[in-house]
């Protein structure tokens, strides 16, 4: 059974960096696009960030030129860099991976940016 497992959330003052991981494990022939989404609450779901196979990106306004992703293809892996954070970044951050044709979901890590 394929699954996402995220870490690298926590507590972090404005301005700091947090950086999320996220791998996928199980039996993968293929991932396509990888990314990151988040929910604040009262919120909808947003997306932040995400990576295709070939290594382009697309970036949320909010977040353009403070986050970056990437990703380990070998190791079937996408991050989340995240620098100056802001009180408005927290959210519960969900990775989103296409996995063998099929959309599959992180179980979510919480970022709380606040002094």
Known sequence: QVQLVESGGGLVQPGGSLRLSCAASGSIFSIYTMGWYRQAPGNQRELVATINRSGNTNYARSVKGRFTISRDNAKNTVY????SLKP???????CHANINDLSKW????QVTVSS
């Open 80 to 83: 989340l860099q995240m620098n």
């Open 88 to 94: 408005e970044d927290t959210a519960v951050y969900y």
């Open 106 to 109: 992180g179980q979510g890590t």
